[in-house]
């Protein structure tokens, strides 16, 4: 896929009805007829803002119409909008007075990638994770209830959102306590149906209307004083609707169910939106949109459009020979052990290209299980599988393993289960910000017993660990960061390294730097200004405690170094270790703060937290001067 796009425009576009838009309530005075015009200059100002800065795509392309529509009908931000995930969100930004922050967007100080409570009174509820919409939207609305207030609650979940259990759970809680509120599920993959058409537009605006609501309430009125008549009337309305419209579970749940409806069809959405305004209870609205509606590449490869780079005003450089991702080592180490031994199974929930399992899935179709957005189902999946004496591989973000983590301790650890975690993304990600971080894995994993943690410090230590991790009975994890390494050769050759050993990689003195993770390199720079000594630590657990303790006896300052929080981070092993085993050498644990560290570009986030080579030779020296 390329990286910059010659059709996105260079040049910022005429868009005099936006440029009049400062907040929603200028929008709502809009005569209709002008919203199409409006969306045409929302989509080409979105293409061209996101051309400058580099961001999420296709997601915002789709639902352009939508959030004109959303924003004109309700009061926000009286009335409480949640996106879920947030990718879709730009438009919604650009309408909501950001319009000329845009240029700051996913950099250092400026707009975030996703919605964010600080940034803006519209942005309800800040998400970068998938399906809590309905669950915050609820909550909403439920406190606004409570409170006495008339006010209205939206949530904007994506068909790939909708697949995670906590959306099911909230669906089924809004249905039971009887909320007002309308989910909008945005289906730009058509995976639940396909059913749009002008009868499909047609109905949906009957079935919303308030005339509909008062003969359906009327009729269960006077059908309800005959025995069985009114059950008979429901299920016959059921079945009628069922034929038509595939809204069957979500009336079961207890929903209102309408659509489903064209997304890119304004006058259709605002009428219905309009209507259902007006409802009282649980409303369910389906819509279908075109992922990267407008701009034909990103329609016609919606997952390779999700999000592009900024342009740049000449060729990039191409990245270098010897450097290839993270990801990539993975991809690679995961076919070649696959064909090796054939109990080998991969897994990932909704992270095909993310974590490079495109070329596994090609060529292991049959042991290979995407189960969509369910990073819950998808550990325990790996732990039923393990029981009958598979062996899988989970390939999984940092942060979303979080939302696993009952899972990985009463399934896979507790039980001691063959499951091996290839853990991307982990420390800080650049510009999608703290929610995508992959800051407290090695805090989480380290406190599990039975669990084997290892961080690699370059690419061929990442495939040589996660050998180590496949071939270990039990549970393993290996977590390696976004982006390219140093650029060291990978060996083709699956060898596990011995299992709690690291090495030293310099010799120096006074000063002993214990690295775990990627961050080797940052600290060897250190260590030259410094004469310290270095050491690849390469196993959070088990610690290779005989390191420890020669490094300890030789030097007079140990210092940790990880990409992770400090707090229970791998330093923290080193520190109970020490203390275990009443040794005084003193110790500077070096890691992430706490705090959240915001967005900008991954080198200037490592520089602010003291993880470059020059913040950790800078913390060295303060503590050895006292300073």
């Not at 409802?279 to 407008?294: C, D, V, Y």
């Not at 979080?402 to 650049?430: E, K, P, S, T, W």
């Not at 030097?555 to 992770?564: F, G, K, R």
């Amino acid at each position: 896929m390329p990286t910059t796009f010659h059709d996105i425009p260079r040049t910022r576009p005429s868009t005099p009805l936006l440029d009049s838009i400062d907040d929603t309530a200028t929008l709502r005075e809009l005569d209709s007829e002008l919203l199409p015009a409006l969306a045409d200059e929302l989509r080409a100002y979105l293409l061209w803002t996101v051309g400058q800065t580099g961001g999420h795509f296709g997601a915002g392309l789709g639902v352009i119409e939508l959030t004109i529509a959303l924003h004109y009908i309700y009061e926000t931000p009286e009335d409480r909008l949640v996106w879920d995930v947030g990718h879709q969100a730009y438009p919604h930004k650009i309408l909501t007075g950001r319009r000329e922050q845009m240029s700051t967007l996913r950099q250092k100080g400026g707009l975030a990638a996703f919605p964010r409570r600080a940034e803006s009174p519209y942005d309800t509820f800040g998400v970068g994770h998938s399906s809590t919409s309905i669950s915050a939207a609820l909550g909403m609305a439920i406190a606004a209830r409570l409170q006495g207030v008339e006010r209205h609650s939206v949530a904007v979940i994506g068909d790939g959102a909708l697949t995670a259990g906590m959306a099911f759970e909230a669906l089924n809680h809004a249905a039971d306590v009887e909320a007002d509120m309308l989910v909008v599920l945005n289906d730009n993959d058509m995976s639940i149906s396909r059913n749009v058409g002008g009868m499909s537009n047609y109905l949906a605006k009957i079935l919303s209307s308030s005339t509909y609501a008062h003969m359906r309430e009327g009729s269960k009125k006077v059908l309800s004083r005959i025995p069985k008549a009114w059950e008979l009337a429901r299920k016959t309305e059921e079945h009628a609707k069922g034929m038509l419209v595939p809204g069957t579970l979500f009336e079961e749940l207890g929903w209102n169910y309408i659509g489903p409806i064209d997304g890119h069809d304004l006058e259709t959405l605002v009428t219905t939106l309009r209507n259902l305004r007006g409802r009282k209870g649980p409303q369910f609205l389906h819509i279908i949109t075109r992922k990267g509606k407008g701009f034909a590449p990103a329609e016609e490869d919606p997952i390779g459009y999700h999000a592009i780079t900024k342009l740049e005003p000449s060729p990039v450089a191409s990245r270098p020979a010897n450097k290839i991702k993270f990801s990539r080592v993975f991809g690679q180490w995961l076919c070649d052990m696959a064909s090796s031994d054939e109990r080998l199974i991969g897994i990932t929930p909704a992270m095909k290209e993310g974590s490079d399992l495109v070329a596994f899935s090609e060529r292991f179709p049959e042991r290979y299980f995407d189960v969509a957005i369910a990073e819950q189902h998808a550990v325990t999946l790996a732990a039923g599988m393990a029981c009958e004496g598979a062996k899988p591989v989970v390939a999984i973000y940092s942060t979303f393993l979080q939302r696993a983590y009952d899972q990985l301790i009463h399934d896979v650890a507790v039980q001691n289960l063959d499951v091996l975690f290839a853990i991307d993304r982990a420390g800080l990600v650049g510009e999608d910000g703290p929610t995508h971080a992959g800051s407290f894995d090695l805090s989480y994993l380290r406190c599990l017993p039975n669990m084997l943690i290892m961080a690699p410090a370059d690419e061929n230590e990442t495939r040589q660990m996660l050998t180590t991790g496949y071939l270990h009975n039990g549970p393993a994890a290996v977590r390696y960061p976004r982006g390219t390494g140093p650029g060291v050769a990978v060996e083709p050759a699956l060898n596990p390294l011995p299992i709690g050993r690291g090495v030293q990689t310099r010799q120096g003195q006074q000063v002993a730097i214990l690295c775990f993770g990627t961050l080797h390199t940052a600290a060897l720079q250190a260590a030259e200004q410094l004469n310290a000594s270095v050491a690849n630590m390469r196993f959070v657990k088990p610690l290779d405690t005989d390191l420890i303790n020669a490094l300890a006896a030789r030097h007079d300052l140990l210092v940790t170094v990880e990409e992770n929080a400090v707090m229970g981070g791998a330093g923290s092993g080193v520190n109970e270790w020490l203390q275990a085993q009443g040794l005084r050498t003193p110790v500077l644990n070096l890691g992430l703060p706490d705090v959240y560290t915001e967005h900008a570009k991954p080198a200037e986030m490592l520089a602010e937290c003291g993880l470059d080579a020059a913040g950790i030779e800078r913390q060295i020296r303060a503590r050895l001067t006292g300073q």
